[in-house]
């Protein structure tokens, strides 16, 4: 059964960092691209970034280049989303999900993240 | 970047009935489009992709067609357990990007 499970979410003020943690299990973790999607409170679905599945490539939203970083550990089947210089409009549930051929097939329970001082 | 605009944004039905969601992109997506599920409180889950392939252990009374800009979504015999939000997603280019969701209830 596939399984992705978030975790690392929580109060943040705005300015500083906070690291996500995706494990994943049930699946041949490096045979998939990754990606993380957020949903602000009450809104709508928005694709934060994305890894292939060898960790060579990556992709960002505008909103985000040069603040969070996406990662991967295929060793460990985990996936990360390291979010930097934080702002209020970040605060969202922060969803793990694989991604075969572009869409989400799988997801995690999603993790909050709060931005505020 | 590729605007999805899904319609209606709320939807009261009877159980029972057929419902219809639609979702119209900015520029031809050819068939490179999803359709999700969200149940409150829960993660989404995916329903449809390549625009009409059901999703292994989706029930067959979630129909989905179209390609290029129109595409839609198509709920057969309307259950209780039907009632979520219901989300439109691109995947012909970068970056993805989401409809911005059609409320379904049951009247």
């Known amino acids: 059964e596939v399984q992705l499970v978030e975790s690392g979410g929580g109060l943040v003020q705005p300015g500083r960092s906070m690291k996500l943690s995706c494990a994943a299990s049930?699946?041949?973790?490096?045979?998939?691209?990754m990606a993380w999607v957020c949903q602000a409170p009450k809104k709508g679905l928005e694709w934060v970034a994305t890894?292939?599945?060898?960790?060579?490539?990556?992709y960002y939203r505008d909103s985000v280049k040069g603040r969070f970083t996406i990662s991967r550990d295929n060793a460990k089947s985990t996936l990360y989303l390291q979010m930097d210089s934080l702002r209020s409009e970040d605060t969202a549930t922060y969803y793990c999900a694989r991604l075969p051929e572009g869409h989400f097939d799988y997801w995690g329970q999603g993790v909050m993240v709060t931005v505020s001082s | 970047d590729i605007r999805m605009t899904q319609s209606p944004a709320s939807l009261s039905a009877s159980l029972g009935e057929t419902v219809n969601i639609e979702c119209l992109a900015s520029?031809?997506?050819?068939?490179?489009l999803a359709w999700y599920q969200q149940k409150p409180g829960k993660s989404p889950q995916l329903l449809i992709y390549n625009a009409n392939s059901l999703q292994n252990g989706v029930p067959s009374r979630f129909s989905g067609s179209g390609s290029g800009t129109q595409c839609s979504l198509k709920i057969n015999s309307l259950q209780s357990e039907d009632v979520a939000t219901y989300f439109c997603q691109q995947y012909n280019n970068y970056p993805l990007t989401f409809g911005s969701g059609t409320k379904l209830e049951i009247k």
């Open positions: 520029e031809d997506i050819y068939s490179d």
């Open positions: 890894i292939t599945y060898d960790g060579r490539s990556t």
């Open positions: 049930g699946f041949t973790f490096n045979n998939y691209d």
